[in-house]
């Protein structure tokens, strides 16, 4: 059975229409995932694991990737990409124009990556910029393949997509990949906490969330915990997260799992 998207959203008391052909692209150094949207209908998604171990033949791997789609005929409106990795910061705009991209994120992470693989987004109505790592051969791939197309952390995404929400009770977001989740609390619209963490086992997330909210003085039982997830994530997981949460948290009942949030947060970035 097809998976159906609503084909509008609700933005701050305003109904966005969803373009009508939209080519949504997940991306990160292991692999790709690539959804085809009509009308906010979900038509066709295709994933690869990414197997070459250098840029160039990266490229040709994915530049093959891409050309067995094409026999799929899909002449999208637009397109979006969302790359997403652990090492994410975000910083005051104000701070940003003091300081170069590389300079920030060696702070934050240490020299370890060339500053052409480094880049920023800028969330103007939060007044914060996401610095964060983005290979370049990732980056001039699609700037060359689909030079229309937007290219955004994922984490920028779900920002955005935050903000364009009414919020006035607590909420955690939690985001899931692989081998770290994001944690983003957020109060009357406005976001109070940002963090990405590694994880071996669902009892280490566990672990951070109760510690986090510690820390913040927020009552597990009583905030709205959202549990959604990245590229290579079985929303089975989400599941059992939830239920070692609710283990921990037994009062809370404002638990919910959003298998469609990052094709949510694409939509409203190109609505």
């Given at each position: 059975m097809e998976k159906q998207l609503p084909t509008t959203l609700e933005?701050?008391?305003?109904?966005?229409?969803?373009?009508?052909?939209?080519?949504?692209?997940?991306?990160?150094?292991?692999?790709?995932?690539?959804?085809?949207l009509e009308n906010g209908q979900l038509l066709k998604e295709e994933q690869k694991r990414l197997?070459?171990?250098?840029?160039?033949?990266l490229k040709g791997e994915l530049d093959l990737f891409f050309e067995n789609l094409s026999s799929f005929h899909f002449i999208p409106d637009y397109i979006?990409?969302?790359?997403?990795?652990?090492?994410?910061?975000?910083?005051?705009?104000?701070?940003?124009?003091e300081s170069k991209p590389k300079e920030i994120f060696d702070l934050c992470f240490g020299n370890t990556t060339l500053g052409k693989d480094i880049d920023y987004n800028r969330i103007s109505d939060q007044l914060i910029v996401n610095v964060f790592d983005l290979p370049y051969w990732i980056k001039s791939f699609f700037v060359v393949k689909f030079p229309m197309a937007i290219i955004q952390h994922e984490s920028t995404y779900?920002?955005?997509?935050?903000?364009?929400?009414?919020?006035?009770?607590q909420k955690m977001v939690v985001q899931v990949y692989p081998?770290?989740?994001?944690?983003?609390?957020?109060?009357?619209?406005q976001l109070q906490f940002f963090?990405?963490?590694?994880?071996?086992?669902?009892?280490?997330?566990?672990y951070h969330l109760s510690f986090i909210l510690q820390q913040?003085?927020?009552?597990?039982?009583?905030?709205?915990?959202?549990?959604?997830?990245?590229?290579?994530?079985?929303?089975?997981?989400?599941?059992?997260?939830?239920?070692?949460?609710?283990?921990?948290?037994?009062?809370?009942?404002l638990i919910e799992i959003n298998t469609q949030f990052i094709i949510q947060t694409h939509q409203l970035c190109v609505s």
């Open positions: 933005v701050i008391g305003k109904t966005i229409n969803i373009l009508s052909k939209h080519l949504i692209v997940q991306i990160n150094k292991h692999a790709v995932k690539v959804l085809f197997s070459e171990n250098n840029e160039l033949k979006s990409v969302s790359y997403d990795s652990c090492q994410s910061t975000l910083v005051p705009s104000n701070v940003f124009t779900i920002l955005r997509k935050i903000n364009s929400e009414p919020s006035f009770k081998a770290y989740f994001q944690v983003y609390i957020i109060e009357k619209s963090n990405s963490i590694e994880y071996n086992h669902i009892d280490d997330i566990i913040k003085e927020i009552d597990g039982n009583e905030i709205i915990v959202h549990l959604s997830h990245g590229l290579e994530v079985d929303s089975a997981l989400l599941t059992e997260i939830s239920n070692t949460y609710s283990k921990v948290f037994t009062k809370n009942k």
